[in-house]
């Protein structure tokens, strides 16, 4: 049995922004965008291509600290 990641979740306080970045510096390409979210996948073709995990930050409302969980920040 394989076991792939299918993508990497980042919360951000501006995905946009930050996807814009990481979209220049990996020459990946946009495939989806809303609001609140913005997907990133490695150019079509290319050796990454559905091996690579998509990238998907994700609008939080504030940073997040170095260590903290999703479920600390919840509570």
Do not use: H, N, Y
Not at 32 to 37: F, I, K, R, T, V
């Amino acid at each position: 049995m394989e076991l792939r990641i299918q993508c990497l979740c980042i919360d951000a306080t501006d995905p946009a922004r930050i996807a814009s970045f990481w979209e220049a510096a990996l020459g990946w390409r946009r495939t989806w965008e809303e609001e609140d979210q913005v997907c990133l996948e490695p150019p079509e073709g290319s050796p990454e291509d559905g091996i690579a995990p998509d990238l998907i930050f994700l609008k939080v409302p504030e940073g997040t600290a170095p260590g903290r969980s999703a479920s600390a920040r919840a509570t």
